[in-house]
């Protein structure tokens, strides 16, 4: 049977235990829409046409949910796309909220990213899409 | 200073400790195309306009690296988007490939999600858009 390819990321997983920092993290600090708040579960924010989705993996991993446990626990990582100037920007209104760049990289194909890291140590970065020769 | 809106999630990560394994089951049963390949520490696909990441976490939490470190154990999540038409293909195509579907679950709003699981144990999911609202 011929599926059709899979062209779209709906939904990305971080872990942190602190659900109230990383509500205040992505909402005001980041700008992101709270979609959803289950206490003491999770926090799923809206960014653009697809979701960020934050766990605390000790209670995703519990099988009391209708959907399949997961939970993960250590550093994770994910990338926000931005367009050159917008990433400029983004460095800027991070150190205005006090969040310290961990890395500043120019890549060899001219692509750049900054990277920092959220209330779960998560390293988090915004990048041009060119790093990945997409538009 | 004004950052413009984050609204693009540009890589999503996922963490398997089988780079083989990962790079067999993303590339041949869900048909991802292999953008790089790093022995022992990484595998990455290109999924329409944003990446997948998949790293062996014993190696990327290791210094040794330009980028930042990171590396979660236990399963993860996230979810790839298709319409209703799309996701039914992907569930046969799945049975095909011996891919036992872990859940189905039709959402209150009409949505759909089928779980299944990748060699890391994460559990991945594809779900139609209108789950969250989304075109």
């Keep these: 049977m011929n599926a059709p390819p899979l062209r779209r990321i709906l939904e990305t997983a971080l872990y942190i235990e ?3 920092a990383a509500e205040t993290f992505y909402r005001d600090a980041l700008g992101l829409e709270v979609i ?4 003491g ?3 799923f924010f809206r960014c653009g046409d697809s979701m ?8 995703s991993a ?6 399949p446990t997961h939970g ?6 994910m990338a926000f796309g931005a367009d050159a100037a917008g990433l400029e920007a983004w460095r ?15 890549w060899p194909n001219g692509a750049r990213s900054i990277y920092f ?15 990945w020769n997409l538009a």
């Design 72 to 77: 993960a626990h250590g550093p994770g990582h």
């Design 41 to 43: 579960r999770d926090v």
């Design 36 to 39: 959803m708040r289950t206490d």
């Design 18 to 20: 602190d659900l109230d």
């Design 62 to 67: 519990v099988p009391e949910h209708r959907v």
């Design 117 to 131: 890291r959220d209330p779960g140590d998560n390293s988090i970065e915004i990048a041009t899409p060119s790093l």
């Design 92 to 106: 800027a209104r991070l150190q205005e909220h006090g969040i310290p760049i961990e890395r500043d990289i120019e």
């Design 52 to 59: 960020l989705l934050i766990f605390n993996p000790h209670v």
